[in-house]
């Protein structure tokens, strides 16, 4: 993309309204622009990397053996009068009429909606194990929506459900996700640290919330630093395999880190004194089991191998797919901008021509710009007849990892500039070699 081109409606003030830095970045680098309280329109860039975000929850979702589909966003209230929680939900429910006078609803979640389907084509316990999940929109009335895409009133989340025979089965299923989503946010560059938690309006009893530790997270945490030494890699799992699947849950719910709703003092008093930590978290995911409370209430059965009719084992596992972008900015940031991490950022590498319409930089801008693109890659081409210090203080602001500095001097000695976005390490090269070395970083990704 060429900048000239481009829709990036960067800001040079800092917006009043804004209370943390995430909001501020994504404001000033033209990322959202807020349509009214807690509801926002996603421009080009910002809307890029949700896109890049939802793309690697799916791949591995679907890694995990989960089944992709998608369901409305206007739900019929008499499903939810089933389940009982028309009336439970409270104002957070936006409720509406259609012109029929039919209750609707705009879901906030799919428990009820996903329940009914299942009931209407699944019989049989040799239909089972099935986990269905969909990315959509979600509304919930906040009181008091805020911090941008942190707390919105409409956000897209990724809720997956999953229906087993039995308990195990579900524990299996449970095991699944927490593996999956450890792997999706290392993948986005981020330590999640799974947290026992409360299961709060959705209900059951085992459940984790996954929490980037941050100072304006919205959750008090408390937790063995030893778990933040845990890395996931690039360790091949095999997500049938219910043994390899429990081993690393076990490895990342063994040392005590827990939400302030379910922290227990005496516990974490076991925990030797220099590990104990507390702080701020943002939570990025939720997995909860919870057992057969919507297959009771909406008679979701099967018949089992003794011919009995019995009750679903379910559970709905969450990722906050919109809150993470201003998670990962929380996380990775310096006083100049955004520090993308290579595995969403919107485009691969920038390109900052210092002396447009030179001949000589201009040519050779167009020649990186061709070869990254023949590479898979897309780099950001700042071709705007600006001057120097404008165009590094806008790469610097949108966060694109890599930034290649192309102008006369260089040139005149064969080489560009290549720099670091997280390190600011600058380095001459080559124009070829300075390629080669930005699609080497991506092609480990
Ligand atoms: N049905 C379950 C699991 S699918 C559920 O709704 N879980 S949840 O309430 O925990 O939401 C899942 C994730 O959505 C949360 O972990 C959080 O990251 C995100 N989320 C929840 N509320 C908001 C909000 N108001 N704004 C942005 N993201 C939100």
């Known amino acids: 993309m060429r900048l000239s081109r481009y829709f990036l409606p960067v800001l040079k003030e800092n917006p009043a309204e804004a209370q943390i830095v995430s909001h501020r970045l994504m404001l000033r680098a033209g990322m959202i622009k807020q349509a009214s309280a807690g509801i926002y329109s996603w421009l080009p860039m910002g809307f890029k990397v949700l896109k890049n975000i939802e793309n690697i929850v799916h791949e591995e979702q679907i890694r995990a053996g989960h089944i992709p589909m998608l369901m409305p966003t206007l739900q019929s209230a008499d499903l939810w009068r089933e389940s009982g929680r028309y009336e439970d939900y409270g104002e957070e429910m936006l409720r509406m009429s259609d012109r029929h006078g039919r209750d609707m609803l705009y879901g906030p979640t799919n428990e009820e909606l996903i329940t009914d389907i299942f009931r209407s084509h699944v019989g049989s316990y040799k239909d089972l194990p099935l986990t269905l999940y969909h990315i959509q929109w979600k509304f919930r009335d906040e009181i008091r929506p805020r911090f941008g895409v942190m707390r919105g009133r409409e956000f897209y989340m990724k809720d997956g459900y999953n229906f087993d025979i039995d308990y195990d089965s579900a524990m299996h299923a449970y095991n699944r996700h927490m593996v999956s989503y450890l792997r999706s946010y290392e993948r986005m560059g981020l330590q999640a640290i799974p947290m026992r938690a409360d299961s709060g309006p959705i209900g059951g009893d085992d459940t984790h919330e996954f929490l980037v530790l941050a100072d304006t997270g919205e959750s008090e945490v408390f937790y063995d630093s030893a778990i933040t030494d845990l890395t996931f890699g690039d360790r091949a799992v095999d997500y049938d395999d219910w043994d390899a699947c429990k081993a690393i849950v076990d490895e990342w719910t ?29 939570e990025v995911g939720q997995i909860f089991y919870f057992g057969t409370k919507y297959s009771d209430a909406m008679g979701a059965n099967v018949v089992n191998d003794k011919g009995e009719r019995v009750p679903v084992h379910m559970g709905s596992h969450g990722i906050g797919v919109s809150r993470l972008l201003g ?16 595995g969403v950022t919107p485009f691969h590498c920038g390109i900052v021509n210092l002396k447009q319409g030179d001949d000589e930089a201009d040519a050779a801008c167009e020649a990186l710009y061709a070869s990254l693109t023949a590479l898979g890659l897309e780099p950001l081409y700042d071709d705007r007849n600006e001057r120097a210090g404008g165009k590094f203080a806008t790469m610097d602001l949108i966060g694109l990892p890599w930034r290649i500095t192309v102008g006369p001097r260089g040139l005149k000695n ?3 500039e290549l720099t670091c976005r997280r390190t600011g390490e600058s380095e001459e090269l080559p124009p070829e070699q300075a390629i080669e070395k930005v699609a080497k970083i991506y092609a480990t990704l």
Not at 255 to 273: I, Q
Not at 328 to 342: L, T, Y
């Open 254 to 282: 063994t040392p005590y880190a827990r939400t302030d709703e379910t922290h227990d003092e005496a516990l974490f008093n076991e925990v030797p004194e220099a590990r104990r930590k507390s702080s701020r978290g943002i």
């Open 327 to 342: 998670a990962i900015i929380e996380a990775s940031h310096d006083d100049k901008g955004i520090i993308w991490p290579e």
């Open 414 to 416: 064969g080489v560009v």
